[in-house]
């Protein structure tokens, strides 16, 4: 089967599976987000492997949105096939970012969430070793690419 | 990194952090006899927080620590950094730019390949000096450097809107001499050391990464191309002058050390050509736009830049918020990806101890750019 390109991409899920969805969309060519439901994201995410092709992980990482009370996790997934960027994101909410791990479907996303996770405080859900990746063991100041760190108390 | 518990059966040996052949990093390796069973790379060691510093940096004081990320690259990464904020800003760049651009991104390959291929080789033990053949070497294209930019690293040399100068006088004709130069000594290496049998003996079927393994690992660059995926940002997605330039992607089947180092090498012969043909058909024309010194976005504009870097993808995604400083910027670095892949080998393969310098080697950690 041949990959897809962007727009029959988006077509193609916002027509088969608009429940899994808040929204998708094309920025420019060769860049797609989809926005999918914090509960249905391991849904949407074995879908986009195994059905799309998009079997090569590029990376992950987070953004605090202090003033709408939000933070949104983005993952980077390509298809060698097709070779655009599906920017694949889910909005958490700020004071209980929590989601199930992409671990379970992306091996390789291990070292970007546990970056999210002490950068962000995001909580993985079943992820194998959520432990510092980039910090000291023994880091007491908080979570450095929040908005609201002040950098007090860095040190143990 | 908490350290994981060790089995009765195996003996764990630190590696590092206290410079493991180049830079600061902490392999763990659980070994039973010669075979190595788990590796755990302990990265953080340089951690910096860029990604910070640079939401509190105006776009273009932001390209002064970016550049910190990769020295011997600086070009590539730099480069990442400034289209995105050229496209979160809506900024144009004139042609004549672009093709400078690519003329020094190129050359910035070559010099971080060259001292991968260094370093690589010297971790078979065999041959001391070729190491210093290459940073030898290399001193002709940092010559050229100082010349157009003034500086010999990290020259901070793209702004939004082109490049801060034009090419001297005569620098089309250096270049020429600097390629000519380099393809007769890349002659050398070859006869030297790929096609010596003590050399491919230490590199060939050592740390095979299949085609798969690589694509679900998410491996980049010429740890990649290595495993035969044919994947190069440059091709794939044109930037700079790379969709008017005639290069051919690089790619090797096998997997192993020597085909990652073969990818490297073949690079460096089509970098070569890029030069060359930049040095006879660069277009004529300004090389910048003007464009503010302290540029205000727009809110809620995002971009996301990718470059091909020595080692692989660069994605540098850029958030505004309307201010003068970005609101966040998210470097996608390849080290950190290849050094996953790295972790994962020993379960994929069997590697020995004795072997494991080459491994590392062979992906070419750039240890500041995996932490940030």
């Known amino acids: 089967m041949p990959a897809r390109s962007e727009e029959e991409l988006v077509e193609e899920l916002k027509r088969e599976h608009p429940e899994l969805l808040v929204e998708a969309v094309i920025h420019r060519s060769k860049r797609v987000s989809i926005v999918a439901k914090r509960e249905k994201i391991l849904e949407l995410a074995r879908l986009l492997r195994d059905k799309y092709g998009f079997t090569h992980p590029v990376s992950a990482g987070a953004v605090d949105y202090i003033k709408e009370g939000r933070m949104q996790m983005i993952y980077y997934l390509m298809n060698p096939e097709s070779r655009f960027m599906l920017m694949l994101r889910v909005d958490l909410p700020r004071d209980n970012p929590r989601m199930p791990s992409m671990t379970q479907v992306w091996e390789a996303m291990s070292f970007h969430e546990r970056e999210a996770w002490e950068m962000f405080g995001i909580d993985f859900e079943g992820h194998p070793n959520l432990t510092h990746l980039l910090l000291p063991p023994d880091w007491r100041g908080g979570y450095p690419l929040r908005k609201d760190f002040k950098g007090e108390g860095v040190t143990p | ?372």
Not at chain 2, 93 to 106: D, G, M, N, Q, T
Not at chain 2, 117 to 127: M, P, R, S
């Open chain 2, 1 to 372: 990194m908490t350290e994981p518990e060790v089995k009765p059966e195996v003996m764990r040996i630190s590696w590092g952090p206290q410079h493991p052949m180049s830079g600061q990093t902490r392999i763990l390796i659980d070994v039973d006899g010669e075979v190595v069973r788990r590796i755990i790379a302990d990265i953080g060691f340089t951690h910096r927080g860029i990604e910070k510093i640079l939401e509190k940096r105006t776009f273009i004081q932001g390209i002064v620590p970016i550049e910190r990320m990769v020295m011997a690259d600086t070009a590539n990464i730099a480069l990442g950094y400034v289209q995105a904020v050229e496209e979160a800003l809506g900024i144009e760049v004139p042609e004549r730019a672009k093709w400078i651009r690519s003329l020094i991104c190129e050359m910035g390959r070559i010099n971080s390949h060259l001292y991968a291929f260094g370093l690589q080789v010297e971790c078979t033990g065999y041959f001391p000096a070729v190491f210093l053949w290459t940073t030898v070497d290399r001193e002709v294209l940092l010559d050229l450097f100082e010349k157009l930019t003034g500086a010999r690293w990290s020259y901070s040399f793209f702004i939004p809107g082109g490049v801060r100068a034009d090419l001297p006088e005569g620098f089309r004709d250096e270049v020429k001499r600097a390629v000519k130069y380099l393809r007769r000594r890349f002659q050398d290496y070859w006869d030297a050391m790929v096609e010596n049998p003590l050399f491919e003996m230490r590199n060939r079927g050592v740390g095979i990464l299949s085609r798969e393994d690589a694509i679900r690992l998410g491996a980049t660059g010429p740890v990649l191309r290595g495993s035969g995926v044919d994947m190069d940002v440059r091709r794939d997605e044109p930037y700079a002058a790379y969709g008017d330039l005639d290069f051919k992607v690089i790619t090797e089947k096998e997997g192993d050390c020597l085909a990652r180092l073969k990818v490297r090498f073949h690079e460096i012969e089509q970098s070569l050509n890029i030069m060359e043909q930049i040095a006879d058909e660069i277009p004529g024309g300004p090389v910048r736009t003007k464009v503010p010194l302290f540029p205000r976005s727009k809110p809620g504009v995002e971009a996301l830049s990718r470059v091909e870097t020595a080692r692989g993808e660069l994605g540098v995604h850029i958030f505004t918020d309307g201010g003068m400083k970005p609101y966040r910027v998210k470097i996608n670095s390849p080290t950190l990806r290849n050094m996953y892949v790295f972790e994962r080998l020993a379960e994929l393969d069997k590697v020995l101890v004795a072997d494991l310098p080459v491994i590392l080697y062979s992906i070419d950690p750039w240890y500041l750019d995996c932490d940030r």
